[in-house]
């Protein structure tokens, strides 16, 4: 075979290149600029859980784990699920420890979603979703959710409901906008589904990280859709350690089940000692108990420091991701102006356009910011956004 040929493949996602948090950051450090567009913190995870993993690893703790999980971590997870939201679930049969939220999410729909079957998904929206739902042969069907609050349209999500829907995707807090479900949504989405055999998929790897004395409203608070749902939760967000990729999953005993036999081929086990430190760590749930003020301070004292900007905002409700119109700046696809501003300006962000299904028709003049940052990293980048 010869340099200039090549074996012909059909692609299963062929509209799929690079991501755009990849594109982005490798924008900000060419051009040296402040990187709020990925959404990743630049400080430490808290220096006792990183002792404990060192201390599980000197003790011996680095062959695999079950491939369900170590069940001291599925022991503790399951009090804190109790704690939080009164429902007591099973460690051995009901929660799986997955490498990150990514991969439970992708584990639920390869494990649930057949050939055909419709998953409503509501835009915009992380962008794992519809990749994984069209490996599996299943359809996306895209829902926007309603502007200015990025509210869920249920009359629309009824009229879109249809004897192929196997599943619909939820995601509070939101990324990218930091809108969050409340207990009115909640109850409509449990009218909705009644009576069918439509499954929910319930990305909350942001429960704790939820402002202005709200409540994350779970799908485990709620036992007509407990029955019915997957709930992802990620560590990685809870911790400040994303690059450890430790998630988990919370469902009934028989959609666990289903999503083991896919799970054991996909990954088998998840990184063992730091499973037994997260054990440990969650012993104590002011370790996680904590993380809304942390968080809502961070907010406040970002958006405190955009005042005077030319940008325009509405506080986020949750995740760590704040949203800013610059209508008031320029015309530009945000595509355009988020390339100009990392170029310019030195701020990188994630242009709201590219969580569509079509970018191109979107004309949304909003950028996302990571504000999981340092104060010192906050400071820089809005004394460059103010300048615009």
Known sequence: MTQSEYIPIRSKLPQVGTTIFTIMSALA??????????????????????????????????????????????????????RLYGLPVLPDTEITI??????????????????GDEVLVLEPCYDCYVPAIRLCG??????????????????????????????IILNSPHNPTGAVLTPADMHELQHLVSGTDILILSDEVYEHIIF??????????YPDLWQRSIAVFSFGKTFHNTGWKVGYAVAPAFLTAEMRKAHQFIVFSVNTPVQYALAEYLKNPDNYLALPAFYEQKRNYFLALLQGSRFTFSPAAGSYFQLLHYDAISDERDTDFAIRLT????????????????????????????FAKQNATLEQAAEKLLKI
Not at 103 to 109: F, G, K, L, P
Not at 212 to 221: F, P, R, Y
Not at 344 to 361: L, M
Request: hydrophobic letters at 40%.
């Open 29 to 82: 450090n060419e051009c040296g600029a402040i990187n709020l567009s990925q959404g990743f913190p630049d400080f430490e995870s808290p220096p006792e859980l990183i002792d404990l993993v060192a201390t599980y690893m000197r003790k011996g703790f680095n062959q695999y784990a079950p491939m369900a999980g170590v069940p001291a971590l599925r022991e503790q997870i399951a009090a804190k699920i109790e």
């Open 98 to 115: 997955t490498a990150g939220g990514t991969q439970a999410i992708y584990t639920a729909i390869t494990a649930l979603v057949q050939e």
């Open 138 to 167: 299943g359809i996306p069907v895209h829902i926007p959710l309603q502007l200015p609050q990025y509210s869920v349209p249920w009359d629309l999500v009824k009229k879109m409901l249809s004897s192929r829907t196997r599943m």
């Open 212 to 221: 202005d004395g709200n409540t994350h409203e779970s799908v485990l608070k």
């Open 343 to 370: 170029k310019e300006a030195g701020v990188a962000a994630i242009p709201v356009s590219v969580f569509y299904n079509q970018p191109e028709q979107v004309n949304s003049r909003v950028l996302r910011f990571c």
